[in-house]
């Protein structure tokens, strides 16, 4: 495709959680597009597993072990990117914790557990790398994943939904005070994307596919190519004016479900591959 090829040519990117689900569905498609890459989570087998596959595409590609909860290790990872690669362009804070308990029924560990993944790992993944993605050529990018869930409440998960949302809040004010250093930052919210392992817990293990399915105007779940092709979009050239911003990318699911026309747009773009 024209318009990705080559579209990151030359820049380094930073993929936390990139051993597997929408991290590593980034990570592929910014091979793809020319990009190298620096892998960081919890299992480092895992990533292995993931860069070997990079390799084969042809990318040069690196994996580190961190924890985002743990900022000594997010920063030691930022390290190992300019250390093998000269610079630091990109940074996609993606790693996330998240389960199903109703809040009457969380512990409070289980409450903390997933803020400091989610909210406190992605003020690590920033605050680590400000000052690469400031000394990027390109002009850096801080892209955190959200959801769309955030903003409207999410029973069943009120510690995601809340790091999610303070997720939001964040990475709007590190637009405001980033900007003038040349970093662009903005957050991506998938919707409901079919081949990851949440998706997976969330709707098929308790048999919610169908009523999820039901809401989405475009008809079927997104896949995490979907989500890497608005982070292609946001990390090349042709994002270059744009921060502050929440890309939705949910097939309509959050703005579009009327329950009206839904069901005429699902029949026409069933087909889609
Ligand atoms: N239901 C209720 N409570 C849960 C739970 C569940 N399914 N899973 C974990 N918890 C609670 C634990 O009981 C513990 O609380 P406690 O000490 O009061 O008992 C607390 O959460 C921490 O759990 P623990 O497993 O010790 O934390 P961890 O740091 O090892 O792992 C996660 C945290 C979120 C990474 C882990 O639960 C996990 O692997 N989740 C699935 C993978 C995932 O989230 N993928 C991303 C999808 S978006």
Known sequence: ?????????????????????????????????????????RDLDKLEGAVSELRDMGAEALAVRADVRNFEEVEAAVRSALDA?????????NAAGNFIVPAAQMSPNAWKV??????????????ASYEALKASR?????IAISTTRALEGWPGCAHAGAAKAGIMSLVRTLAGEWGPDGIRCNTIAPGAIGDTE???????????????????????????????????????EAGDYITGADLVVDGGRERGHSGVGAPKVMARDRGRA
Do not use: W
């Open 1 to 41: 495709m024209t318009f990705i090829q080559n579209a990151l040519a030359g820049r380094v990117a930073l993929i936390t959680g990139g051993g597997s689900g929408i991290g590593l569905g980034i990570a592929k498609a910014f091979a793809g597009a020319g990009g190298r890459l620096v892998l960081a989570s």
């Open 198 to 236: 949440g998706a997976k817990r969330l709707y098929e293990d308790r048999g919610e596919a169908s009523h999820q399915l039901a809401q989405i105007p475009l008809g079927q779940f997104g896949k995490t190519d979907d989500i890497a092709k608005a982070a292609i979009y946001l990390c090349s």
């Open 114 to 127: 997933v803020i400091d993944i989610d909210l406190n790992g992605t003020f690590h993944c920033a605050r």
């Open 138 to 142: 390109f002009g850096g990018r801080f």
């Open 85 to 93: 690669f000269g610079s630091l362009d990109i940074v996609i804070a």
